[in-house]
């Protein structure tokens, strides 16, 4: 049965879509089938994979649906959770009843952060929601914060030094959230692929590449730590 992920922000252009794919790309490469529901009305998900498929760069192991409502939402999870090892939900960017029923279904949920004050409070916003749906579901959904976009001078802004304090300060309130270590900064290859040129795993391993693997490889990995460290009951 497949674990369900789901990339949930109230900020439009908080980079959900572009974390989606780059997650999908190394669990495929593991040799993890994935599958990947749009629910985005923008619908940039379904776009890439439309791209993809004009450009015959299908990556293998990946599939895309798109479940725009609630009831389609469900009934997807429940046809394919079977016949995939992961499913990973791209989240509407607004505050929605189809937001709350992707991360009622999810079993991890992560927020990108880019460093600004909307982005921060978006992610906030989404650990709330998760901390209000463990509440009434019985349910211990993770909630992950990635911060996204970052530069080297990005790294010297008020709003990026406050992103860690603020994390801190949700789990000081008891929401069952943390902060990712690995950030993913802002790079072209990132931009490119959703151009249609399949996923970051697939193209020619140059130096901005190599980068960019490894930093996504990081990213995976400290999230499958982190899951398997809640699911034993630890703090994340």
């Known amino acids: ?14 980079g959900k879509t572009t974390l ?13 089938r994935v599958l990947l529901i749009d629910a985005d009305g923008r619908l940039n998900l379904s776009g ?3 791209l993809c498929h004009s450009k015959d760069n299908v990556p293998e192991n ?8 609630r009831r389609t939402i469900e009934a997807e999870i429940e046809r394919l959770r079977n016949a995939f090892d992961l499913i990973i939900v791209d989240a509407p ?3 929605s009843t189809v937001q709350d029923t992707i991360i009622g279904s999810a079993d991890l949920v992560l927020s990108p952060i880019q460093p600004g004050i909307k982005e ?13 749906i463990n509440d009434r579901q019985g349910s211990g959904i993770l909630h992950l914060n990635l911060r996204t976009r970052i530069t080297v001078p990005g790294r010297n802004l008020e709003a990026y030094r406050y992103i860690r304090p603020f994390v801190a300060g949700l789990q000081e309130a008891g929401y069952r959230t943390a902060l990712l270590d690995t950030e993913l900064f802002e ?12 996923t970051l795993q697939m193209q020619e391993l140059s130096e901005p590449v190599r980068k960019a693997r490894q930093e996504v490889l990081s990213l995976v990995e400290e999230i499958e730590t982190k899951r398997q460290i809640a699911a034993r009951g630890e703090a994340a």
Do not use: C, F
Not at 120 to 132: P, T
Not at 187 to 198: F, K
């Open 48 to 50: 890439w994979w439309r």
């Open 120 to 132: 921060i409070e978006a992610a906030g916003q989404a650990a709330a929601s998760v901390s209000e």
């Open 93 to 95: 960017g607004v505050d």
């Open 62 to 69: 990946i599939n895309v649906a798109v479940a725009a409502s």
């Open 1 to 14: 049965m497949a674990r369900i992920y789901a990339a949930v922000s109230n900020k439009g252009g908080a």
């Open 20 to 32: 989606v794919t780059l997650l999908a790309g190394e669990y495929a490469l593991r040799g993890e």
């Open 187 to 198: 790079r072209n290859v990132y931009r490119e692929i959703q151009n249609g040129l399949g």
